[in-house]
Structure formats: C-alpha cells, structure tokens
C-alpha cells in the first residue's frame, strides 16, 4: 500500500462519491442558514402549518438577502 488505508482500516470508505458530497454539503448549508433564525432552530410553533408559514418566512428572507 501506499500509505492510503481505505475501508474498515481507516481512511476514506470505499463508496466515497464526490457528487453526493457535494449535494450533502449545500443541504447541510442550506439547514443552518434556517438554523440562524431563532424561531426556526428552537421549534416555538405547536401545529404544523404554523412551522411550515415560519420555515417559509425564513427561507424567503433568506433568498431575498443572497
């Protein structure tokens, strides 16, 4: 080997695809910038189309800020 340990002895797994990465990271990224509004990240809404109304607020200010 060349110094590289994959699979169960470390290292990166086997079945690492870079455009799968890519996809996760922007829906991690996008999730905390939702995370940033306080209502959003403590879950203050009781019923669900409440959540869903404070979800889309913050992601409408979200998009008109970028």
């Known amino acids: ?3 590289v340990r ?3 002895a470390g290292g990166r797994p086997p079945g690492f695809g870079k ?3 890519k996809k996760r990271n922007t829906m991690e990224r996008a999730i905390n ?3 940033n509004h306080r209502a959003v990240s403590m879950r203050y809404d009781k019923r ?5 109304g404070t ?3 913050a992601a409408t200010i979200i ?3 970028t």
């Open 1 to 3: 080997m060349n110094g």
């Open 55 to 57: 979800v889309t607020n």
């Open 6 to 8: 994959q699979g169960r």
């Open 19 to 21: 455009e799968r990465y």
């Open 63 to 65: 998009w008109l800020r």
């Open 48 to 52: 669900a189309h409440i959540c869903l």
């Open 33 to 35: 910038k939702l995370e």
